[in-house]
Nanobody, 126 residues
């Protein structure tokens, strides 16, 4: 497993932007599929976005498609989530997660991910 650490969360106004970062601890990070998940108070953790180990394939929840962009820099062991046009329903704790990718299709379910960061709070104010 690789250790992950998120940063970049905070308070942002509706319609604003925020960029989350997730740094991996080891070079093996580049073999990992990476995902972003979020959890709002009283709700279950949900999928937000994912990216294949090479960065060639990206996936988004319908709720963020067209507003969020996931990317990665394997040279720096980092994955990013650019959040634009944020809405109050984007509020929650955002977690990055990863697993060693062995198949072409990236999993979008939490159970497939075995490395998790501690989470970073994103609050969207109206």
């Amino acid at each position: 497993q690789v250790q992950l650490a998120e940063s970049g969360g905070g308070l942002v106004q509706v319609g604003g932007s925020l960029r989350l970062s997730c740094a991996g601890s080891e070079p093996t990070f580049r073999t990992y599929a990476m995902g972003w998940f979020r959890q709002a108070p009283g709700k279950e953790r949900e999928f937000v976005s994912a990216i294949s180990w090479s960065g060639a394939y990206t996936y988004y929840a319908d709720s963020v498609k067209g507003r969020f962009t996931i990317s990665r820099d394997n040279g720096n062991n980092t994955v990013y989530l650019q959040m634009n046009s944020v809405k109050p329903e984007d509020t929650g704790v955002y977690y990055c997660a990863g697993y060693r990718q062995k198949q072409i299709v990236v999993s979008l379910t939490t159970a497939s991910y075995d490395s998790w960061g501690q989470g970073t709070q994103v609050t969207v104010s109206s």
